[in-house]
């Protein structure tokens, strides 16, 4: 029997003796339980421990942009139907699981690290270009038993680390300045769409995080948990979207998220991207928020600078650990 077989008999061992059930991703609903599960973790931990439920619809997005959910995220339940697990496969190909603090490393990790495996092995039969790199997951540095984890199964770092950084709302919120004509605002209900989509691709390309249709981004708007009044943008006189951020919230635990964020190159140091950052900060304090958080790598200096000098420490890192093909 070979190691996805083995793997995979396991897996189903496993969910007898823990008494859980795993099936996939079907609707919306399960997203939106997704989302729960992440708050109710959080308030059991701390702000780090699991993911913000911004990057939760974020990498959904990216998800939904160029794949079927329903066959790259996996789900694990309860007897009582509760969600207590998910995996998810991505593009690159990327891939995470998180389970709920009571059920943490008792053979959910195990079952969706041999799914990713499985899935990604057949994956690489079809299309061995697309699903033959590396497979890349991450590990916030506090997190001592994820990254024994992941060593035992063969991932090892790969030298990219994000800083983790905070603000707290309580701390005044510095006014800012805008080149003439320019405005900043929420996002257009209306009429918008396209030039929004158009700014995430001229900033990102060509990154996956770039690879986003018009028609991407309005499915995104719709999606649970995003909120037209915290997807901020800078529009210069010509009526170009020309700096934006997506503000997320967890109402459970009061902390917003910042990403991504981006500016036009032709935009760049006019003051465009601070003063939507500020903008958005303004907007989560009115939500009730307490604190936010942002992230970007250990060595993008004009971020790091841009972040600190509205207010953001660093708090944390995240390590990125990959496991050859």
Known sequence: ??????????????????????????????????????????????????????????????????????????????????????????????????????????????????????????????????????????????????MAFLERNGFRRSGYVEVNMLRSLAEPIPDYSLPPGCQVRAIAETGEISKRAEAQREVWHPWTVGNVSDDDYGRFMRLPGYHRDLDVVAVAPDEVIAAYVNGWIDPVNRIGDFGPVGALPAYRRQGLTRAVLLECLRRMQARGMERVSVSTGETNTPALGLYQSIGFRIVNRYIEYVKPA
């Open 1 to 146: 029997m070979d190691k996805i077989h083995k793997m995979t008999s396991l897996l189903s061992e496993s969910s007898t003796v823990n008494a859980w059930s795993s099936r996939y991703y079907e609707s919306e609903s399960d997203l939106k339980q997704m989302l729960d599960l992440l708050m109710e973790a959080r308030t059991q931990t701390d702000d780090w421990r699991y993911w913000h439920v911004g990057d939760l619809i974020w990498w959904f997005f990216m998800v939904t942009c160029h794949l079927d959910a329903r066959e790259h995220i996996r789900l694990w339940h309860n007897r009582a139907g509760k969600l207590i697990g998910y995996a998810i496969l991505g593009e690159d190909p990327s891939c995470d699981c998180q389970a709920l603090p009571q059920y943490a490393w008792v053979g959910i990790e195990f079952e969706a690290l041999a799914w990713t495996e499985s899935r990604l092995s057949a994956l690489c039969k079809h299309d061995a270009q697309a699903w033959g790199g590396d497979l890349v997951t991450g590990v916030r540095r506090d997190d001592a038993e994820r």
